[in-house]
């Protein structure tokens, strides 16, 4: 029995030696090194291509603008100015509500508007209309401007921000999708 035990125990060593012969020590490291340099070009490029993205994205100099309506001419009375609602066209479908912008329609005469951002040229507050004293009126640090945009007192350092619009089968529409900013006025 004990001579048995001790042949079977000299074979598994001969097995056991031969698994580990340094030809295949050897490509089991280069299969490791492999697996290694699979997983940090993985990682690369995961963080690769969002920063991609974004040095592509500052290329595109502005978000693309399209004429949206703000509804028929006939619901803005003249010598009016009211508050208007449009969906911003540049949006997501999980936008939601965010995607609402209001806007200020002055309705000269005719189909002669102006329509303002709400938004005051300081800090962004949006803006008030009072027709008792035909002002807007910033709650947030006092900016004031007068029916026609332009700046009366307080600290914004321009009159409201205008968007282009046109009159076109009895609609008034508006270019909207680029939020108007200091940098970007329209
Ligand atoms: Fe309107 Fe400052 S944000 S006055």
């Not at 079977?8 to 030696?17: F, T």
């Not at 603008?65 to 997501?92: C, D, I, K, Y």
């Not at 914004?156 to 968007?163: A, D, E, K, N």
């Amino acid at each position: 029995m004990s001579g048995n035990n001790q042949e079977s125990g000299c074979g598994c060593n001969k097995v056991a030696l031969a698994e580990h012969t340094p030809a295949q020590s050897l490509s089991r490291r280069n299969a490791l090194l492999k697996l290694g340099a699979g997983l940090n070009a993985l990682a690369g490029l995961l963080i690769g291509v969002p920063v991609f993205g974004y040095v592509l994205s500052t290329f595109s100099k502005r978000s693309p603008r399209s004429w949206v309506s703000l509804g028929a001419v006939n619901q803005f009375p003249e010598g009016n100015t009211r508050l208007a609602v449009f969906r911003n066209p540049v949006t997501a479908a999980w936008d939601g509500d965010t995607a609402e912008v209001p806007c200020w329609v002055r309705r000269i005469e005719g189909e002669k508007f102006q329509v303002f951002a709400i938004n005051c040229t300081h800090l962004g507050c949006p803006v008030r209309w009072f027709q008792q004293s035909r002002l807007f009126m910033c709650p947030c640090h006092g900016g004031v401007f007068y029916e026609d945009g332009s700046h009366a007192s307080g600290p914004p350092p321009r009159g409201l921000f205008v968007y282009e619009h046109k009159v076109e089968g009895g609609e008034l529409k508006i270019l909207g999708g680029n939020l108007p900013t200091l940098a970007e006025p329209t």
